[in-house]
Structures are given as C-alpha cells and as structure tokens.
C-alpha cells in the first residue's frame, strides 16, 4: 500500500459499490483521490458510501463523458481506477440506446480526454463476468470468447476495447479485471439490476422469504468486496498487468439456493423457488465458473475470506446502516469541490 | 438464384460498393429489392452504381438509424442484406464518436425496428477482416480473437454482437460474413481511406506512379466483389448459416508489391516503395490472411475469379467508367420511391 502513499489517484464511480470500498482504502494509504461519479439514481451511487471520507477527497458529480465539467480534474492523474459504468441487464434490454450512450459514448469521450491531459496515465478498467455469455467451457479463462447474452455485456466488451486500442497505441497503460459476482458492503439496495445477492439480503433483512427463480442449482463464485478491492489494488500497482486482462473471481462455487439458505438462515427467514420471470430466462446464464488462475499467478493475489465470512460482515453492515440503502436521500447532490 | 425470386430483400449501404454489385444480382434474379443508403460524401454510395437498375427498386435516401424515414420500407421484408457501415480506419481514430454514432447507434435502432417491423427476418451482416487486428496466428479463422487495432473495426464487432444477440433472443436469424480485401467495379475512387487497390487503379489509370507504403512485402488475399456478392447471396439462402460467422477469402495471398506491379503493369506506370506515414503504420496489421474453409465446408462456396482475372474487369470497368467515380456529381441525391 506504501506504493499508493501521495500518489493522484482518479476513482470513476468513486461513489458507487466497488469504488467507494476501493476510495476508503485509497485514503487511508495517503492518496490524493478524486472520485468523479454522474450518481445517476438507477445506479449505486450512495453519499453515505464515503461518510466520513467526503473531506479527504475532490467530489465531482459528472457524467465521466462531461468534459466541460470534469476535464480540469483529469489533468495529471497518475492511476486511473475507471469503475463508472451504467450496469443493467434488463435495463440493457428495454433501452440499449441509453445504455451505449452511458456506457460507450462517455467511456470514448472520457478516453479520449484522458490520452491528452494525463498522457501515459495507468488505467485499470472493471470489465465483468456478462462478457463471456454462455459458457462454452467452465472455468471460464480469458481466452473464453465473449459473446454477451445482453446489451450491456456488449457495451462492457466494447469499452474494455477502446481501452486495449488505446494501450495497443500507447496512449494510455490499462488493465482490464473482469469481476463476477462481488458482494458486500455498500451495495445499492433498491432493484434487484446488479445481482441478486444484495437483493436477498434486502428482503431476509426485511422479514420477507427470498425467492430464488428456477431450482436453484445454478453456481456462481461469489466474491467480497473486500478481495476485489485487493486486486484492483495489486492491479495498479503492477507493471507486468499492463495492457492485460485478468478474471476476478473467488473459484469457489456457491449454488444459488446454498446462498439464499445461508441469507435466509442468518436472518431467521424462508426461501422457496418460483419459476423464471420470461425476461429473466433469455439472459439467464446458467452455472458459471470463472478462472482467476493467471491474476493469481502474476499478482499473488487470492481472497480472504470466505462466502460466509463475507456473508457475515455484508448482513452486519446493512444491520446498521440498511436505512440508508433502502430508502435513502433522494435529490440531485451538488458539486462538491475541495481545493487541490 | 431462383430462391431470391419474388422475395421481398432489403440491402441497405445498397448504393455502395459491394452493396451495388448485390443489387443488380438480386434485380436479375427476380426479387422485390429495396435500397435504404444515407449517402455519406465520404462512404461509397454512387447512383451510377445502380444505373439500369434505379427503376426496378425502392431507394430510400436515409440513414438506417432515422426510423422515422425509414419504418415503413422495413415491413415485412424477408431477406436483410446489412451492409450499411461507415467505414473509416483513419477516419475513426480522428472522430469516434461519429464512428460511434454511425455504426452502433444508427445499428442498434434499426435492429430493434426489424425486429418489430420484420420480425424473424433473415439477416447478413457483413463484417470485416479489421475486426481480428494483429494475427495471432494465420491463416485466421473464425475463432481467432477479436482485437481491433482501431475504432473503427471495434463497432465492427459490436455491431456483429448485436445481430448475434438479437438471433440468440430469436428476434432475427443472422448470419455474419467477414469480408477481406474486396475489390472490383463499383468501389469508390474518392479517397484511399476503403482499401489501397483501388487507390492504386486511380493512380495508374491518371498516369501517375504507384506509391507503396513500406517495403510491400506484406500479403493480402484480395476478393474479387463478384466472389463476395456470390457469398452473401449462398449464405442468404442457406438456413445452416443461422447464427454463424464466416470469413469470405479468396485464400490466395498477394503482396501489396505484386499488386502494385500488376496494375502498374496494365496501365503502363511505374510503382515504388515509400515510407509509412504515422498514422497507417499504427494501424497496420502486417500480412493479413484469413481461412474461409468453414463458408467453402457448409455452403459449398469457392471464388472463381483470380487476383488477375478481377484486375482485368476492374481497370477496364473504371477505363470506361472513370469520369463516374473520380469526378461523381455532388450534391444530395433526392430521395426517390417506387410505388409499392
């Protein structure tokens, strides 16, 4: 973390989940951090997720393609942690327009300005699991083609290649780690768009019995937010990730009711299966399991806790603090500027 | 060819290169053809290219993507040649976004109203060798990775991905044909921004000496257009393509030097070697060849023009018809209809 220490370190959707965990590790390694997040309400940027940082570091409230707003604050950046993403699967479905205008249209915009104003700036990009699609083997490499079932994924494949063009033109150094399944605190708590996990917790937290679609069967390899934290980490710091892509992922196979029984049991709760939603079914993967063998193998990394451990500290946390995830302030935020 | 008689068929880009060169097969062999082409002063559109035919088809003048010019021509047609694309290597690395807005978004909006308008329609996308970047391995197929060295050739993809999408979710049954190195009658002669070839015939045919960039060593298995069209027309009709991939190649690899030696040769100039300007050699692939074994294998394709043969047709096309496409007639062409 010594590596982190007064270094200028710009956090993409610093607001939302992965980012604000990853913005609270960067203050507390003695980065100079600005976070530029649009906060855009469907999306899981939270003002809570930083309390107790908002002093520490420079707030832009921007869509990262804005680049009247937030060119200023990209002058010089030496790491770039490029999180902002607008993340829907169904929503990617019912409006793929506005999902290519978030996703791709801004991530080019933002590209483009980065190559000129922090020239040869380190990037690591958070790609994810959608890109492969169905799996045509298990676990699933980097090799596995990708081939999204929704329109998101396609827009994440899209964007993880401007950045590899860019690299490949050198005028810019990226990473790319393809996340899966990462939980824990900090989650949005108002739609069930970004996994379903969260949305478990929610209603076991809630009293209600949780719902799992189909028999349940079907694994995913869950992963704490704090070991994705560790590995965008390890990613920024590396040399030998430059112009490369990596899978995040725990290995270890948790089937979809074995976490519901888990949600459910910590809570005091029931869960039961109920059929497939039709719109659910057609970009519903089925089992997948990721390979994180090559990042293992590069960075040393590999995670430390467990899917309950995990589990534990995820329910804990909303305990405390669900208010302000299941119903929190609404209202537009107001830029917040520090002096740099 | 009797399978395309009487068949409602859409080409879009069908003023353009490869696109004419459809037409008229279509035209001929019987079918109800609809022409939607926006026209781009930089793309290939031409009238000439469909002179003889303009009477016995519908032309819309509008982009794909104007659904409000273009919805009513999109009912109920059977067969969708997609080859509308803005195709700009260099073009796309100095604008983007208009890349980005010509392919993607003008793509996205008119799948989603094929899908409502012509639903299950049968569609050919035509992709492009651009879309592999630097071979890993040759000759490539299919399966080689996907890792454009320019923007241009990554909207490729992502347009690919959403006609794969889109036949996943059986909204459409598509088929996707990679074209490599095209050339012949009815290419533009504007500009050397679609291919070096017909560049080199515009140069010769004006008496001036070709310039080759680099030393010419590097191969390129050239297509001759009547081989291509043959191609799309086969998988149009064959139901195994659903949902399939092809690289179209001629498979015969030919140095830029020997291309330039022969249309040299045919026109009476000379031709030499000249260093790469920046902006080409970071896109420059190297030799390029690709393997159609798997469209030869399913559809029983193979072309029947040799490199020298499709030379031959070409210089005496643009000989007769050059005054066409290197001085065309400016000007935005007037949308015209035939009563339907």
Redesign the interface.
Same mark, same amino acid.
């Given at each position: 973390m010594e590596f982190y220490r007064g270094k200028r370190v710009l956090v993409t959707g610093g607001l939302g989940f992965i980012g604000s965990n990853l913005v609270r590790r960067l203050v507390k390694a003695g980065a100079s951090v600005t976070v530029i997040d649009a906060t855009y309400p469907d999306q899981g940027a939270n003002l809570f997720n930083l309390k107790g940082f908002l002093d520490e570091i420079v707030l832009v409230v921007s869509d990262i393609g804005n680049l009247e707003e937030i060119s200023s604050y990209l002058v010089d950046q030496e790491i770039i942690f490029n999180l902002a993403s607008s993340t829907s699967h169904i929503g990617s479905m019912q409006d !793929? &327009?506005k999902d =290519?205008e978030r996703n +791709? =249209?801004s991530q =080019? @915009?933002f590209l @483009?300005a980065v190559r000129e104003l922090s020239p040869g700036a380190r990037i690591i990009y958070t790609g994810s699991r959608s890109q492969y699609g169905t799996p045509l083997y298990q676990p699933m490499d980097e %090799?596995h !083609?990708t @081939? !999204?079932? %929704? &329109?998101n994924g396609? #827009?994440k +494949?899209?964007v993880e290649?401007?950045h @590899?063009?860019f690299h #490949?033109?050198s005028y810019i150094r990226f990473t790319s780690l393809r996340l899966t399944n990462v939980f824990g605190p900090r989650h949005q708590m108002l739609h069930d768009g970004h996994g379903f996990l969260n949305w478990f917790i929610r209603k076991a937290l809630a009293g209600e019995d949780i719902l799992v679609f189909g028999d349940g069967t079907q694994e995913r390899d869950f992963l704490y937010v704090e070991d994705a934290v560790e590995a965008l980490l390890l990613a920024g710091v590396s040399s030998e990730c430059e112009g490369e892509v990596y899978n995040v992922a725990s290995e270890i196979p948790v089937s979809v009711a074995e976490a519901a029984k888990a949600v459910a049991d910590m809570a005091g709760v029931k869960w039961k299966c109920v059929p497939y939603p039709q719109e659910r079914l057609?970009i519903e993967p089925g089992s997948v399991r990721l390979s994180s063998r090559k990042l293992r193998e590069t960075t040393g990394w590999s995670p430390h806790h467990t899917f309950l451990e995990g589990l534990e500290k995820t329910m804990e946390f909303y305990r405390r603090h669900g208010h302000r995830y299941f119903h929190p302030a609404k209202g537009r935020i107001i830029l917040e500027r520090k002096g740099k």
């Open positions: !793929p &327009i =290519l +791709c =249209l =080019l @915009r @483009r %090799d !083609p @081939r !999204p079932v %929704d &329109i396609i #827009h +494949c899209t290649e401007y @590899r063009l #490949h033109l057609s």
